[in-house]
């Protein structure tokens, strides 16, 4: 199984019926396609549409009905599209209840970077501050390395995203949780060791009592 589908399954069984979830670009996207078919879920785009549905068939996407990237979405019988202020106010108000982003760091206590590198020329921001800051609950989808180097570091070296800590992070490799200003291993992906985790992260980690096997399925 490849990294990125063992992130998005696992982060699949966070969802639970009746939750408003958002999903950033990237990885966060494909968390969709692995949700539970008894899960009903609202899916949010920051771009104003909620009960988004899956990619069109080729020639069948609607140039103006698109996700927060600009890519082809659908929408569900009973979706519902509104300006970006109502958006962002469903963001920023607290009433999004998972909101699922990549990252480009995570350090040990939580703190994202996911939105520039410096030097390199961006669009924006978006909406990463306002989700970061506004939903109940934040899942950070990302591999566990980038060129052999740790995504999970001591300190960020790139701009935070929010000044308030994720909730966990979902690896190829493990899930680390963020309580009390520690990275808190809770899970190892199948077939990963505890020392295998560690000898891929920068940051410091604290095994959890009940560190358990990621489930899948």
Known sequence: MDPQTVIAKRIA????????????????????????????????????????????AEGMAHPTLTDAGGR???ALPGASTFDS?????????GHVDITVLGGLQVDQTGHLANW???????PGMGGAM???????????AMQHT???????????????????PVD????????????????????????VSVEQV????EADLTVADDLHEMRLS
């Open 13 to 56: 069984r966070e969802l639970k019926s009746g939750m408003l979830v958002n999903l950033g670009i990237g990885i966060p996207t494909l968390v969709a396609g692995y949700a539970a078919p008894d899960v009903q879920v609202f899916f949010h785009s920051e771009n104003g549409l909620i009960g988004t549905g899956a990619i069109p």
């Open 85 to 93: 202020a109502i958006s962002f106010g469903f963001m920023r108000g």
């Open 130 to 140: 306002d989700l970061a800051t506004g939903a109940k609950r934040v899942i950070v």
């Open 146 to 164: 980038a060129k052999g180097q740790s995504k999970i570091v001591a300190t960020c070296t790139l701009p935070i995203t929010s000044a308030r």
């Open 116 to 122: 520039m590198i410096p030097g390199k020329m961006v």
């Open 168 to 191: 966990c992070v979902v690896t190829e490799l493990a899930v680390i949780r963020f309580t009390g200003g520690k990275a808190v291993l809770a899970e190892t992906a199948p077939g």
């Open 198 to 201: 560690r000898s891929a992260t």
């Open 72 to 74: 082809p979405v659908t």
